[in-house]
């Protein structure tokens, strides 16, 4: 029967807590950095997809009645 070495038993639970303290270290450090990261974007006051989409909708309906106004201008100088 092989006994276990209390010396090695301890070191090896040492090990574990060590380890098992790490990793919450770095998940602590992972959620810390995205919470940064969220606040920073934020504050940049950034605008969403759906809003530019919008905008270049606005942009081509006027571009478009820019383009119909000026034939409309050029065929009424030809008259």
Do not use: Y
């Not at 090695?8 to 995205?34: F, I």
């Not at 974007?41 to 919008?54: G, Q, S, T, W």
């Amino acid at each position: 029967m092989a006994n276990t070495n209390p010396l090695l038993d301890d070191l090896a639970g040492l090990m574990t807590g060590a380890m098992g303290a790490a990793r919450s270290a770095g998940e602590e450090a992972r959620t810390a950095v995205q919470s940064r990261v969220r606040e920073f974007i934020a504050d940049m006051d950034l605008v969403e997809r759906d809003e530019v989409e919008a905008l270049r909708a606005i942009a081509i309906s006027a571009l478009e009645k820019v383009e119909a106004l000026e034939a409309r201008v050029e065929a009424l100088e030809k008259k």
